[in-house]
């Protein structure tokens, strides 16, 4: 009897611990269940710290939500998505650039589908999808001027400043030139075509001379024409010369019908608008009203030590025989550009080491961006990087905002 209690104890004893091993043995099972049942999170990678536990739209940008990866045990953490690793719309052009192509489209929604170009430095400065050329939404950090940073206004803020923007739009530009000229008196310059026309001569007639008198006044033909040179004939007005066989008279007098010389000094930083053939219009507000046309003929050579600029010599018409050696006259030349993506001058701040403009973006934003500047012209300036066409720049109240701008920078320790 006693040994069937025992044999009934222990047979108890023995259910007892295996349905505990068995229940410890469904918890462990259950737990890695729970593991591997977890829900995926979704976050939106221009707002980190908004996630969901199903897919759809970010509410605050309405960007497509992208799926947070789990790291696997004992494997090194990944790479983090660019949106989430510099945080919400702070880049660097190096981490857009790092971008491989399809990613870019986890920053916005491109327009052209998914976006398969790769990041161009351009593009990435600017903050733009290579594919499609919209705004990512992002602020390029290290493509802000140093000492700038970008200012949020309300549109009751930007009313009472008086904020006003236009595009950046292509122009068709024509770089004026302006400067006080004088119709030409040049004695010197008649007396040495006379010596070279001379020289020539000297030259056919000792073509059946000795070959040293030939040299020689081969040489005394080589010093004329240099001389010619210097003072600021070219080649195609010296064969004229030569084919007409006597020197110039327009440059002693004028004749009514005939023409007559402008000499106009064009500061050196202008002359790179200045080529032979542009066309050129003077006007004598004492004399007449009327524009007198003229082309440009020749560009000197040297430029004046004194006042840094070189004489342009144009052919004009003087059919009333009211220009007269010796008489200044306003004169305009004119060179025409091309279409070019231009700017208004007001829109530029140019602070001795860059230029800056503020380009209006979405929600009441502004920001500093620096630009290459090419020619002026006309009130506009031609815009060779920084900007593309149809992004807005201010015009009116800029002042206020590079002020607000710099001083934000400066409180938040921008570099």
Known sequence: MIKIKRLLFLGTLAVVVSGAMALRSLGHL???????????????PMHPNYTSDRPGNCPICNMTLVKRETAKPGAASSMAMPGQAAGP????????????????????????????????PEFARLGKCPMCGEDLGVIVRDALPQGYAPVQLNDGKQQAIGIKTVPVQKRALVKTIRASGRIAYDPE????????????EALKKAAAADPEI??????????????????????????????????????????????????VPVYEY??????????VAVDVPAITDKKIPGVVRSIGSVVDPVTRSVRVRARLENPDGVLKPEM?????????????????????????????????KEEGSFEPRTVVLGAKADGFYEVQSGLQENEAVVTSGNFLIDSESRLKATLEGAR
Not at 32 to 43: I, L, P, Q, R, S
Request: glycine content about 6%; proline content about 3%.
């Open 30 to 44: 259950s737990i890695h269940a729970g593991n591997h049942a977890e829900k995926a999170v979704y976050y939106c």
């Open 89 to 120: 719309k702070a880049f660097t052009v190096a981490e857009l650039m790092a971008m491989k192509p399809g990613e870019i489209c986890l920053l916005h929604k491109c327009k052209m589908g998914t976006c398969m170009m790769a990041m161009t």
């Open 189 to 200: 310059l008649y007396q040495a075509e006379e010596e070279y026309l001379q020289a020539a």
């Open 214 to 263: 030939q040299a020689q006044a081969a040489k005394l033909v080589d010093s004329s024409r240099i001389k010619l040179r210097l003072l600021g004939l070219n080649d195609a007005i010296v064969e004229e010369l030569e084919k007409s066989g006597k020197p110039d008279r327009s440059l002693l007098y004028s004749d009514a019908g005939g023409t007559v010389w402008l000499y």
């Open 270 to 279: 202008e002359m790179p608008f200045v080529r032979v053939g542009n066309p």
């Open 328 to 360: 200044y006259v306003n004169a305009m030349l004119t060179s025409d550009l091309g279409e070019k993506l231009a700017v208004p001058e007001e829109a530029v701040f140019a602070t001795g080491e860059k230029n800056i403009v503020f380009v209006s």
